[in-house]
């Protein structure tokens, strides 16, 4: 299991879009809604915003005038979020404006946020460090946070195979690696997310939002397995050698319909 297997991180994320949107713990949004009540257009901060996923998802389930300024340290995904957006409106069919800006969403601070009515992010904690998530928790306090498709280190194989549990646990030590001197959170980020809150004296909900995959997500499961077993297998190259077969056993049964697959993840909101 290689690099080059897998898609660039652009297409990786159109890719992953649908099941994330069927995900999301949609009964968080009525608590963000009774917090953004009012005429003024709504701003909405969402960091790390990719491909604009997450703006794209939500901006159709809010109402009101929407300005949702996206943060990114890659102006290429920005670009392309912007882009994405257009014709984009709120619930009620108000307008929905973009702005875009690139850098280091870790070092972001309460001023840069301080226009925001919310704060968004999708798939991010757990590539954050324990004093980034400190930072981010700092810089968000005063409003509502909804921070979602956070990992959990959970996966359930039907059929499940006696090669599951190890990959499983190779990838979530992955997921905690030091990398130029950053430790990664991982799986344990959501619990670290939410103390950091309750710290600051915000009020943390969360609920679970797995990716459920079966026969329509065949492509999707192959992918996300590829780089799932690639990460394992680099923390653990004794895994290699029997990842072989593995690998071969489970993309057949994904191409074949025979396979399902169960990602956990935790949906986070802080202050609503």
Do not use: K
Not at 24 to 40: N, Q, S
């Amino acid at each position: 299991m290689t690099a080059e297997e897998t898609l660039p991180f652009a297409d990786w994320l159109r890719l992953r879009e649908p099941a994330d949107a069927a995900a999301r713990a949609e009964d968080l949004l009525d608590a963000v809604r009774v917090r953004l009540t009012g005429d003024a257009p709504t701003v909405i901060h969402d960091l790390g915003s990719g491909t604009g996923s997450m703006s794209r998802w939500l901006a159709a389930r809010l109402p009101g005038p929407q300005h949702w300024v996206l943060h990114d340290r890659d102006a290429d995904l920005l670009a392309r979020a912007a882009e994405g957006m257009r014709g984009v409106t709120a619930a009620d069919g108000a307008p929905v404006t973009v702005h875009t800006r690139c850098g280091d969403l870790t070092r972001l601070t309460a001023d840069d946020l301080a226009d925001g009515s919310l704060v968004t992010a999708s798939a991010l904690l757990d590539m954050l460090t324990a004093e980034e998530i400190e930072r981010v928790a700092t810089a968000c306090v005063g409003r509502p946070a909804l921070f979602a498709i956070s990992v959990t280190g959970r996966v359930r194989f039907t059929p499940a195979d006696p090669l599951d549990e190890a990959v499983e646990a190779a990838f979530n030590d992955h997921q905690r690696r030091t990398v130029e001197g950053r430790r990664l959170l991982g799986p344990d980020a959501v619990a670290a997310t939410a103390a950091a809150f309750a710290r600051r004296g915000v009020d943390v909900r969360e609920r679970p939002s797995p990716w459920r995959l079966g026969p329509e997500q065949a492509d999707l499961t192959a992918e996300w397995f590829r780089g799932w077993l690639g990460a394992a297998c680099e923390q653990r190259p004794d895994l290699t050698g029997p990842a072989q077969a593995y690998a071969r056993r489970r993309l057949a049964d994904a191409a074949a319909g025979r396979l399902t697959v169960l990602v956990e993840h935790t949906d986070l909101l802080a202050g609503g």
